[in-house]
């Protein structure tokens, strides 16, 4: 039963975090680029004050990593966004029913489990306009509350910079 149990916390861990995808050009040497911005006309699909949290966690964590944000720059940041709505299907049903010499029947009643979840869909692209145009992506889908307070979501930007962050510079094999 205790092993049970920490499968399940394990799995509700596991499920709540964020999915991430990388994709890269296999030909680009990743140490040559030391500054970068952000294109100037970005439609990120973020609200104004989101967009701006998470501006604000990218530059914390390129800055820390070493980059410089300069108007001229060796690579630019292109951000996209989409909200999707997944609809919990889970439910329980709960049945009564009855036999009796050849009688018989039921009923059937669906409990839902859980709510809709919000999820979000974030692609975040490096692109070198001089040369090789979009080297690096990475596109995170990971779930969020939109009536949480603006702290919590500048925590949640952070977090989730930091994950898809972890994998900069990819690990090229050669």
């Known amino acids: 039963m205790k092993a049970f149990k920490s499968l399940f916390i394990l799995f509700l861990l596991s499920s709540c975090g964020a999915v991430i995808n990388y994709d890269y050009e296999k030909s680009t040497d990743f140490s ?41 720059a060796d690579f630019y940041i292109d951000i996209q966004s989409q909200d999707i709505m997944n609809r919990t299907n889970s439910n329980v049903g ?27 869909e974030l692609v975040i692209e490096f692109v070198d306009d001089s040369k090789l145009g979009m080297f690096w ?31 900069y510079p990819p690990k090229t094999q050669n």
């Open 32 to 72: 040559q680029y030391k500054t970068y911005n952000y294109f100037d006309d970005m439609q990120t699909g973020l609200s104004e004050l989101d967009t701006k949290r998470l501006i604000r966690a990218i530059d914390a964590k390129l800055q820390s990593m070493g980059f410089e944000r300069t108007n001229n």
């Open 94 to 120: 709960v049945g009564v029913g009855g036999t009796g010499s050849n009688v018989g029947g039921g009923v059937s009643v669906g409990i839902p489990l859980g709510t809709n979840q919000n999820t979000r």
């Open 137 to 167: 992506q990475a596109i995170a889908e990971s779930s969020y509350r939109p009536d949480a307070t603006p702290e919590k979501r500048e925590l949640d930007f952070k977090n989730l910079v930091e994950r898809i962050f972890s994998a």
